[in-house]
């Protein structure tokens, strides 16, 4: 920091003094170039563009296709063989891209839905039978809210800081076609 004060103080002195004005120009040109680079398009610190957040956007539409899919499951068998299934059989049943396209089309901003698709397959366990999956499959099996499985699922993970309020859900939002 200190010789490049001692250079601006030097340039200052130069361009104050009566030197020739082949100095003067010189200078002139140099801090001409200098402001000209430092105004630059990229030289100045660009407006970030607001972040896509997946992880957490992804793990609450997860939860939220988990509860929808184990409420309409019409095959006679027990919530417990519904939700195992769900949870084994995860990439043709809740992580692929028709699913995760209905919640990606109603964010703001709008997700990329095979991105999705990769979150949700690092979100839903995948061996009902992991210790790490049993708080979820109790919680689906003793036919909890989805509220208290994304709690879970999303909020106690670490996933999401906090749930989506009614209006912020986006299976909430129609969308226009």
Not at 130 to 141: E, Q
């Given at each position: ?56 956007a992804t793990c609450q539409s997860v939860a939220h296709l988990l ?111």
């Amino acid at each position: 920091l200190k010789p490049l004060l001692h250079k601006l103080v030097l340039a200052g002195r130069l361009f104050a003094r009566p030197a020739s004005r082949t100095m003067r120009a010189n200078l002139c040109l140099w801090l001409s170039v200098a402001a000209l680079v430092c105004l630059q398009p990229g030289a100045v610190a660009k407006e970030k563009k607001p972040r896509k957040e997946y992880l957490c956007a992804t793990c609450q539409s997860v939860a939220h296709l988990l509860v929808k899919l184990r409420k309409s499951d019409k095959s006679g068998n027990t919530t417990s063989e519904i939700v195992k299934d769900l949870i084994s059989s995860k990439e043709t049943k809740l992580c692929n891209e028709d699913e995760m396209k209905f919640y990606a089309d109603r964010l703001e901003p709008k997700l990329d839905a095979a991105k999705m698709v990769i979150k949700c397959k690092d979100i839903v366990p995948d061996n009902p039978n992991y210790k790490s999956a049993s708080d979820i499959l109790n919680a689906m099996v003793a036919k909890k809210p989805r509220s208290e499985v994304a709690k879970i699922l999303c909020v106690d993970s670490g996933r999401c800081d906090r749930l989506w309020t009614k209006e912020e859900e986006p299976w909430q939002k129609k969308i226009e076609l």
